[in-house]
């Protein structure tokens, strides 16, 4: 079974400033993939960063980077510079590689709003 | 290109109403999948469908049923509507020969059950 947690129901940030949202997993798979999606308020999923659990440098995607820590089975978001734009839910995301189904698992989300 | 496209967008239903809600994706994409999406809270699986001609359950099966109708369509049925179905139903689908890839996601489906 896969489980991920996120602590955080909402979010503040000012404009420019640097944010992270927390993401903890748990899973009983060897090999797994964990992904971060925003949803904005017209409610479409937006595939933003992934990261391996075999990769050995954490994953980047422009303003988008990935703290993974894999002891502490964290995969935390972080969002550098924020924009106005940003303000969404971010979900947390997780499946197994090796796995017949792959489907995800997610998280709550966290409702970030960005500040001017 | 148009991705993973669904239909309806919103419906409304009455208590024990039948409705199909509709997928469809051009990526040539073998493996489909179907959300429900609650306030608060993440999508939870309710079926998916690893390749033509093969579906299985979910974390959220009870009262609905799939057809993978070819490589492109995946279709969910609701066979009597209960006010617990109202929720926003996501489809996706994914390359499943790349081990790393992505879900690709439609743009859901706003069902009411009144």
């Known amino acids: 079974a896969q489980k991920i947690t996120q602590t955080q129901p909402g979010m503040f940030v000012q404009e420019k400033e640097a944010v992270t949202l927390d993401c903890t997993y748990d899973?009983?798979?060897?090999?797994?993939?964990l992904f971060w999606y925003k949803q904005p308020s017209s409610g479409e999923m937006i595939f933003l960063i992934y990261?391996?659990?075999?990769?050995?440098q954490n994953a980047t995607e422009g303003r988008y980077s990935l703290n993974f820590q894999k002891a502490r089975k964290s995969a935390n978001l972080v969002i550098s510079a924020s924009q106005l734009g940003d303000s969404a839910m971010y979900f947390c995301a997780m499946r197994g590689l090796d796995t017949g189904r792959r489907a995800l698992t997610f998280g709550s989300g966290t409702r970030l709003q960005v500040q001017p | 290109n148009a991705g993973v496209t669904q239909t309806p967008k919103f419906q409304v239903l009455k208590t024990g109403q039948s409705m199909t809600l509709q997928c469809a994706q051009d990526?040539?994409?073998?493996?489909m999948y179907w959300y429900r999406q609650d306030p608060g809270m993440g999508l939870r699986l309710i079926y998916y469908s690893a390749s033509e001609g093969t579906t299985d359950k979910g974390e959220v099966p009870n009262g609905y049923n799939v057809s993978r109708l070819n490589k492109r369509e995946f279709s969910l049925r609701l066979e009597s509507a209960a006010p617990s179905q109202t929720s926003v139903y996501f489809c996706?689908?994914?390359?499943?020969?790349?081990?790393?890839?992505?879900?690709?996601f439609g743009p859901g489906t706003r069902l009411l059950v009144l």
């Open positions: 899973t009983s798979d060897p090999s797994y993939g």
């Open positions: 996706a689908s994914r390359d499943s020969q790349v081990h790393w890839e992505t879900q690709y």
């Open positions: 990261q391996g659990s075999y990769d050995q």
């Open positions: 990526m040539n994409h073998n493996s």
